[in-house]
């Protein structure tokens, strides 16, 4: 059944992905069937973050099959950051959505964050696993980095949202797209430093609950110590210049 939003422009889906190549076939078919009955006009744009697999051979191959689908790669992995941020540069629509290319975050939910960004008048909207109303299928490991990154963001950065990384997110374009170029942080602690330079720029975020389907083979998904270790870094980073060198107060990005 067609359930199309009543949407006044075009929505870019971007979607990172590393060594994917066992289901970004079978994901972006699904993602196309599902963004077919929801958007009037819509794009996707996969960007190969220097897989070592054959990401890049089978997202190639679905392209016959979406019209609307580009594939990009990016020979050397830089991170789901620095892919997010290619993608988001070529993105053409009015609205850019995040997806994670695993589809723990299942893409059917987004209605509710475009009801979101209508009804309250918001300019971003992310998905939170820690809203009240979220039902979240993952590891008790898993919940627990989650829950302790939170509390580093509260004390760091006083931020009244109560997740920040999850790879479910909805912008305005003209919010995202002048941003974007301008972030530092390439890999996990993107999204903490993408959402304290829009806050800072003064637009409206809210959260949504979200439905997360855990799909990894392991507890911890893919993360390891070091890459604790490197957040917790880029993260500390991100604290420095926004209380010290004050890099996120500037106000001339392009529009």
């Known amino acids: 059944m067609n359930h199309l939003l009543q949407l006044d422009g075009k929505v870019s889906i971007v979607i ?12 972006l078919i699904t993602c196309e069937s599902v963004f077919s009955d929801m958007f009037p006009d819509f794009e996707i744009i996969f ?4 897989s070592t697999d054959n990401t890049l051979e089978m997202a190639t191959k679905a392209s016959p099959d979406i019209p609307s689908l580009w594939v ?12 997010l941020q290619i993608g988001t540069s070529r993105a053409t629509g009015k609205y850019i959505v995040f997806l994670d290319a695993d589809l723990e975050l299942p893409p059917t939910q987004l209605p509710t964050f475009f009801a979101l960004l209508e009804d309250q008048n ?10 009240p109303n979220s039902v979240i299928n993952s590891p008790s490991g898993r919940k627990f980095v989650s829950f302790s990154y939170y509390l580093l963001i509260a004390l760091l950065f006083n931020q009244k949202l109560r997740d920040t990384q999850t790879g479910l997110k909805l912008f305005k374009a003209e919010v995202i797209k002048p941003i974007a170029p301008n972030l530092r942080t390439k890999r996990f602690a993107f999204d903490i430093e993408m959402i ?10 809210v959260e949504s609950p979200v439905i997360m389907e855990y799909k990894r083979e392991y507890r911890w998904g ?9 957040v917790a870094k880029d993260t500390l ?3 420095l210049r926004l209380h010290f060198t004050k890099d996120y107060d500037r106000t001339d990005f392009p529009k």
Not at 72 to 83: L, Q, R, W
Not at 196 to 205: E, P
Not at 222 to 230: E, L, S
């Open 16 to 27: 990172p992905g590393y060594n994917e190549g066992a289901s970004i076939f079978k994901n």
């Open 47 to 50: 960007v190969n973050d220097g």
């Open 72 to 83: 990009i790669d990016s020979p050397t992995n830089e991170g789901k950051g620095s892919a």
């Open 122 to 131: 918001a300019d971003v909207v992310i998905g939170s696993k820690m809203h």
């Open 196 to 205: 304290v330079m829009i806050a800072r720029q003064g637009w409206k975020i």
């Open 222 to 230: 893919r993360i390891r110590m070091k890459d604790i270790v490197d």
């Open 237 to 239: 980073a991100i604290f």
